[in-house]
């Protein structure tokens, strides 16, 4: 942990603000991600880490703030340099988003052939080699139908790692995963981390995944920052709202009903 927070700064967020409409969705979010740290996003629903995540991808545009991503701001940058800029960033989604008319070797090379001049002969040893990293070897021919979930997961993984991106997106890598898959999961990104000194954000509910993997993490709660920290220090925190998400409290909101019937009536 102390050696990464020496290390160069891959992404800074600065006061980040997000409105839907009337309705603000981020109150000037800041974070900081150095290279080869492993920052996890957590919160409960409707807190934001989504959107924050979106937002890291360039998919979607603040009210007001800024974004750094290996030195460039985001939030000023043309659209031929945020696709220049992508090439650097490997996502690995929710449910996989693999192509269900492709193999998993096909799946895997898209990103060669949309961004290299590589030959097809090239691009089935890159494809193999990744998929062997992900413990798919063997599989390159299968379709995504032929894959169970923790399958799909990997070898959505290679696709995301497939041009040695310096940043790698997770959204909910855990998710809908067995316990012993969900650990296999876990392992797999720390030795990734690793051997290809990447660096990582990873949005996740999943708190033992979480203290597993997490070189710190942050905490959003209705669109703020609570804490980011390290693991050690988020369990150990005074915070009730961050305590509540730890050990899985409701939160109990006093009604008013003078208040209530007002609102319902307006």
Known sequence: MIETMNKPVMIQVEDLNTHYGDRQILKSVNVTVHEGEIMVVMGGSGSGKSTLLRHLLGLEYATSGHIRILGKDITE??????????????????????????????????????????????????????????????????????????????A??????VMDPKLLFFDEPSAGLDPVTSIELDELILRLRDAMNMTMIIVTHELESAFKIA?????????????????????NSELNRVQDLLNRRARIHEVDADDYLHRLTV
């Open 156 to 161: 959505a993984l290679a696709r995301a790692i």
């Open 77 to 154: 940058i043309s659209e031929m340099e945020m696709y220049e800029l992508r090439k650097n960033m490997g996502v690995s989604f929710q449910g996989g988003a693999l192509f269900g008319s492709m193999s998993i070797s096909e799946n895997v090379q898209l990103p060669l052939k949309e961004h290299t001049s590589l030959d097809e002969k090239t691009m089935q040893i890159i494809s193999r080699m990744k998929l062997e990293v992900v413990n798919l070897s063997g599989f390159e021919d299968l379709m995504p139908s032929e894959l169970s979930g923790g399958m799909i997961k990997r």
């Open 215 to 235: 070189d710190r993490i942050t905490v959003l709660d209705q669109g703020e920052v609570l804490i980011c920290d390290t693991v050690e220090n988020i369990k």
